[in-house]
């Protein structure tokens, strides 16, 4: 899920100093493609403080665990559902653009579910396993282009690896310390996997890290072929259900939808047009 950043300064401030002599020994530099059209850094090299295998491996854990709750109530869409044929066949498209921003994504066994649920809800945990809610589907009369603006969002979370720095910046010092000497091949990994599993689902993102999923996202979907000026009309839906001022329900709640968003979103448009344009030509 996908939330903004509630990150306290004041206990940021007293690891800092750790975490920036840790992220030095440990960051491998990662930057935006190169032939990315949309105007993105680098990934946050706090993230390095987190293992990624194991991370994905809780990611996986706790994807399951939701899965077989939603089975066991009956609300998990079956194989044959039409809705979840169609998010497959959108995540088809946008899964050949994804290792381009990050490598490890060639390896992930990608997983796209549905839940039956009145929330407005969608994520894409570490590792690429991908949920929607029938709410936001049926609630924002969501067309395939703004299906794929929002898929393209939450796999951006994923191969931004956002949860992988911000669980970097929440956990205590002395775990850090531990997974640190892990990194560094000094000592035992432990428990975090499960620790850090149940934390998956509530994680809440910054600012900044939405604007860059809302932009690596647009460029995912235009290059499988999605209408990025539905990333416009997306966020205008989202504006007129949850009142605009991110006091909605669930993902509106924590995605706010503000003229700001909207604006920067339509300012990216022209970026990823020909890269629409192409993908359409090819299919
Ligand atoms: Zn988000």
């Known amino acids: 899920m996908c939330f903004l950043c509630d990150v306290k300064h004041s206990a940021w401030q007293s690891r800092r100093g750790f975490l920036q002599a840790a992220a030095g020994a440990a960051a491998v ?3 935006a493609p190169l032939l990315a059209q949309v105007d993105v850094g680098a990934s946050s ?3 390095t403080l987190v293992p990624a295998g194991e991370l994905e491996a809780a990611s996986t854990q706790e994807y399951t665990k939701l899965l077989s709750d939603a089975r066991a109530k009956g609300t998990l869409a079956p194989p044959g559902s039409a809705q979840l044929r169609r998010l497959r066949h959108i995540a088809g498209r946008l899964v050949p653009q994804a ?18 649920s009145k929330q407005i809800n969608a994520f894409c945990m570490p590792g690429g396993k991908i949920a929607f809610y029938t709410g936001i589907l049926t609630q924002l009369r969501l067309t395939d282009d703004e299906a794929a603006m929002i898929m393209g969002h939450e796999m951006a979370h994923a191969l931004r690896e956002h949860a992988r720095a911000r669980i970097a910046k ?9 997974l640190g000497s892990q990194l560094l091949g000094l000592g035992q990994f432990g428990d975090m996997a499960a620790s850090v599993g149940t934390q998956l689902l509530t994680l809440r993102f910054s ?20 209408n990025p000026q539905a990333a416009v009309s997306l966020w205008q839906k989202m504006a007129r259900v949850g009142g605009g001022g991110g006091n909605g329900p669930g993902f509106l ?3 706010p939808s503000g003229p700001e968003r909207i604006e920067q979103l339509q300012a990216n448009v022209p970026k990823v047009q020909g890269l ?7 299919s």
Do not use: C, M, P
């Not at 900044?208 to 999605?226: F, I």
């Not at 629409?276 to 090819?282: P, T, V």
């Open 29 to 31: 530099a990662a930057s």
């Open 276 to 282: 629409y344009l192409r993908a359409r030509g090819q």
């Open 253 to 255: 709640s924590t995605h």
């Open 99 to 116: 290792a381009q921003w990050n490598d490890r994504a060639k390896k992930w066994r990608w997983e796209v579910n549905l839940i039956d």
């Open 170 to 178: 929440s956990q205590g010092t002395s775990t850090l310390l531990s």
């Open 45 to 47: 090299s706090l993230r």
């Open 207 to 226: 600012r900044e890290d939405e604007t860059d999923a809302d932009l690596v996202g647009l460029e995912l979907a235009a290059r499988g072929g999605y």
